[in-house]
């Protein structure tokens, strides 16, 4: 299926609860990130962290992570399949990421400068500032994601670069502990072949 319309046509209602599915993981998340921020923690100790100098580099990692984001979203909108493999994978990165959390409440490393997103604090975030959504890196996930489902060599690429920025970043604010952005890549890996998997059995 090569257009929109034939794909529409062909996959209308896994396409209409593909959709539903997302909405609810979305919304779970929501208020799952509510009830992190709730809950105690282990400040972990974290050698490479604890030698990088603390500064605030939240703007170049704005710009980095929405650009790439807002790019990587026009570029696979273009094609039904990789969009509903970009779906899939995302889905599957933030249940993913949920479990992960759960599993392992921490506190935000020591010499935090914490990130403040006006998009993020709006939507997800309920109007507050997180700063225990840590294990592992959303930022660096998200920019990965786009690493994965893009096959253009060059693109493939700059996201590379992206994401290593990203991580990178992330450290130097101390946003996140080096181990967060570590996992993120093979989370996002783990999270594909899945999406792969469903999208050959139900959308082929």
Same mark, same amino acid.
């Given at each position: 299926?090569?257009?929109?319309?034939e794909y529409? /046509?062909?996959? !209308?209602?896994?396409?209409?609860l593909l959709f =539903?599915? %997302?909405? $609810?993981?979305?919304?779970?998340?929501?208020? %799952?990130l509510?009830?992190?921020e709730? @809950?105690? $923690?282990?400040?972990?100790?974290?050698?490479?962290l604890?030698i990088?100098? !603390?500064?605030?580099?939240a +703007?170049?990692?704005?710009?980095? !992570?929405? &650009? $790439?984001?807002?790019? *990587? &979203?026009?570029?696979?909108? @273009?094609?039904?399949?990789?969009?509903?493999? !970009?779906? =899939?994978?995302?889905?599957l990165?933030?249940?993913?990421?949920? *479990?992960?959390?759960?599993?392992?409440p921490?506190e935000?490393?020591?010499?935090i400068?914490?990130? @403040?997103d006006?998009?993020l604090?709006?939507?997800?975030?309920? $109007?507050?500032?997180? =700063? /225990?959504?840590?294990?592992?890196s *959303?930022?660096?996930?998200?920019m990965f994601?786009?690493?994965m489902? +893009?096959?253009?060599? /060059?693109?493939k690429?700059?996201?590379?670069?992206?994401?290593?920025?990203?991580?990178?970043?992330?450290?130097?604010?101390?946003?996140?502990?080096?181990?967060?952005?570590? +996992?993120?890549? +093979?989370?996002?890996?783990f999270s594909?072949r899945?999406a792969?998997?469903i999208?050959n059995?139900?959308?082929?």
């Amino acid at each position: 299926m090569k257009t929109w319309s034939e794909y529409i /046509k062909r996959h !209308t209602y896994r396409l209409a609860l593909l959709f =539903l599915l %997302f909405i $609810g993981v979305l919304a779970v998340t929501y208020f %799952f990130l509510d009830y992190i921020e709730s @809950r105690q $923690g282990t400040v972990l100790n974290d050698p490479l962290l604890s030698i990088i100098p !603390t500064a605030n580099v939240a +703007i170049p990692l704005f710009i980095l !992570t929405y &650009i $790439g984001s807002i790019f *990587g &979203i026009i570029y696979v909108i @273009r094609k039904p399949d990789m969009t509903v493999l !970009t779906a =899939l994978t995302y889905m599957l990165i933030l249940i993913v990421r949920m *479990g992960c959390m759960y599993v392992t409440p921490l506190e935000p490393p020591v010499n935090i400068i914490p990130l @403040r997103d006006i998009f993020l604090e709006s939507t997800f975030y309920s $109007g507050n500032v997180m =700063l /225990k959504d840590l294990f592992f890196s *959303g930022h660096t996930a998200s920019m990965f994601l786009f690493f994965m489902v +893009i096959q253009n060599k /060059k693109i493939k690429t700059v996201y590379a670069f992206i994401t290593l920025a990203v991580a990178c970043l992330l450290l130097i604010q101390h946003a996140h502990y080096t181990v967060d952005v570590i +996992i993120a890549p +093979i989370m996002v890996w783990f999270s594909y072949r899945i999406a792969i998997f469903i999208q050959n059995k139900y959308f082929s």
